[in-house]
């Protein structure tokens, strides 16, 4: 995008100077139709620069980006023997697990061979994108393959490890009887933790204090497997120096199929274009998907939506405005005043409007 600017800067100067090449080339041209040639040819040219300026950006963007580069990562997943065969040939297969169908084989495929490698794994994604039903997959995938897994989630630190200890094995009191403490359950938990394989699966790990997390980082460097699962987590501590997986948005058939099964558990009868109305509104989370059928449900109106999944037009905004610099440099090459006139009111006008949009509030920053 900084690119795409500078090139947009240097354009107006052009046309501020009133000196352009173009111009010249064009008044040598006597014919209309050599005039409109290449006139279409310089657009055409104007308009590739402009993509590939928004493409290296775009790339240089997710170059300095780890997250996303890791998230466009597609390794080849590990074949598991499965009952039920894939329904679809998609990248996300459907298989029955337990009482309802999960959409993410490929990602718990990955986590499992990470987890039986002694590796350790943060699944990260946006509330709702089906983080815990994964990490209860896989639980219990490992628990029926005869594994020890302690599974649990944020509480205060002492009570996390009494968890820990708990669904280890470890004991949590002394020969005298009393309550080891919070430093006497670690060094415990990572003893047992050392001389047997275990895996720990932790949700919402981002709430959790920075002494666990720093607790878990000096688990990591013992090769302790873990599973982490934390909404949008921060690099710091544990976050960076970790392996993760990126869930993406659910597909649409999926989305469908999940709101289908809610709209049919709550008895209401949905039109296709009722329920592709709602899906809008869900982005591809799952949660979201269901709670659109209970506000429907419940006869709520309810007109935005809450993900921020959502196409950008800026690289489209930006070319329009070329566009008008290039009908003021057309109007400079043919002696067309009026065209030049139009041009650079066009131009104004569109930049004017496009820095007014950008000095809005934000959607957290206007009055309700």
């Given amino acids: 995008m900084v690119l795409v600017g500078i090139a947009i800067a240097l354009l107006l100067l052009l046309v501020m100077v009133g000196v352009s090449p173009m111009s010249v080339a064009i008044a040598t041209l006597r014919e209309p139709w050599k005039q409109t040639l290449f006139l279409l040819v310089m657009t055409g040219l104007v308009g590739a620069m402009t993509g590939l300026l928004y493409g290296r950006g775009l790339g240089f963007k997710r170059r300095a980006n780890p ?11 590990v074949q598991l023997q499965t009952n039920e065969a894939p329904t679809v040939s998609t990248q996300t297969v459907n298989t029955e697990v337990g009482e309802f169908r999960l959409y993410r084989q490929t990602e718990l495929n990955r986590i499992t061979a990470s987890l039986l490698a002694s590796g350790s794994l943060l699944v990260a994604g946006e509330e709702g994108c089906g983080k815990s039903v994964l990490a209860s997959v896989v639980v ?38 009393k309550a080891l403490s919070a430093e006497q359950l670690k060094r415990a938990i990572a003893n047992y933790l050392e001389m047997n394989t275990a895996f720990l699966v932790i949700d919402d790990v981002q709430v959790c204090e920075a002494k666990f997390r720093m607790w878990l980082k000096q688990l990591r460097k013992l090769n302790v497997p873990m599973l982490l699962l934390a ?20 597909p649409e058939y999926a989305i469908r199929e999940l709101m289908e099964q809610a709209a049919l558990e709550r008895g209401i009868s949905l039109k296709p274009a009722d329920l592709s109305k709602l899906q809008e509104r869900a982005g591809g989370n799952p949660m979201l998907a269901i709670r659109a059928i209970e506000e429907e449900y419940l006869g709520l109106e309810v007109e935005g939506a809450d993900h921020d999944r959502y196409f950008d037009i800026t690289p489209l905004i930006l070319l329009v405005g070329i566009v008008f610099v290039v009908m003021r440099f057309i109007g400079l090459g043919t002696n067309n005043q009026a065209l030049y006139i139009f041009g650079g009111i066009a131009a104004a006008v569109f930049l004017g409007v496009g820095r007014l949009l950008y000095t809005l509030p934000r959607e957290s920053r206007r009055i309700k």
Avoid: C, W
């Fill in 67 to 77: 997250t996303v580069q890791a998230s466009q990562m597609q390794p080849t997943p």
């Fill in 231 to 250: 909404t949008n987590p921060q690099r710091h501590d544990i976050f960076i120096n970790i392996p993760r997986i990126e869930l993406q948005p659910l």
């Fill in 140 to 177: 219990e995938k490992l628990l029926s393959d005869g594994f020890v897994v302690a599974h649990i989630e944020p509480t205060t630190p002492k009570q996390m490890l009494i968890e820990i200890a708990y669904q280890l094995g470890v004991e949590t009191q002394s020969l005298e009887g």
